[in-house]
């Protein structure tokens, strides 16, 4: 079975910047597309953005937009969201996902196979 593990985040200041970071158990996950949720306290879970199999190709909520971008190295099995100009509304948890659907836009459907644990971003004014 497919693992995902997140790591990077953290509490921080409005204004400051973060490195999500995605491990993936195994290399031939990366064939298929993943992506970065979020899930605020109390709030359902959002999509956040997603990449294609060689990172060519990235997808992202009009919420951040400009803000944040999602990538991957498949030479390390990692994917990562870069978090700049954090604010207090992007505090939640964020999830990794992969799909098994070459279709990158299937993400925007929650149509997710495969859950990372999350990691929590918190972000104080």
């Known amino acids: 079975q497919v693992q995902l593990v997140e790591s990077g985040g953290g509490v921080v200041q409005a204004g400051d910047s973060l490195r999500l970071s995605c491990s993936v158990s195994?290399?031939?996950?990366?064939?298929?597309?993943l992506a970065w949720f979020r899930q605020a306290p109390g709030k359902g879970r959002e999509f956040v953005a997603a990449?294609?199999?060689?990172?060519?190709?990235?997808i992202a909520a009009d919420s951040v937009k400009g803000r944040f971008f999602i990538s991957r190295d498949n030479a390390k099995n990692t994917a990562y969201l870069q978090l700049n100009n954090l604010n207090p509304e992007d505090t939640a948890m964020y999830y990794c996902?992969?799909?098994?659907?070459?279709?990158?836009?299937?993400?925007?459907?929650?149509?997710?196979?495969?859950w990372g644990q999350g990691t929590q971003v918190t972000v104080s004014s």
């Open positions: 990449v294609g199999p060689n990172g060519a190709i990235t």
């Open positions: 195994r290399r031939t996950v990366f064939r298929y597309p």
């Open positions: 996902a992969a799909n098994s659907d070459a279709n990158i836009n299937t993400f925007r459907r929650h149509l997710v196979e495969f």
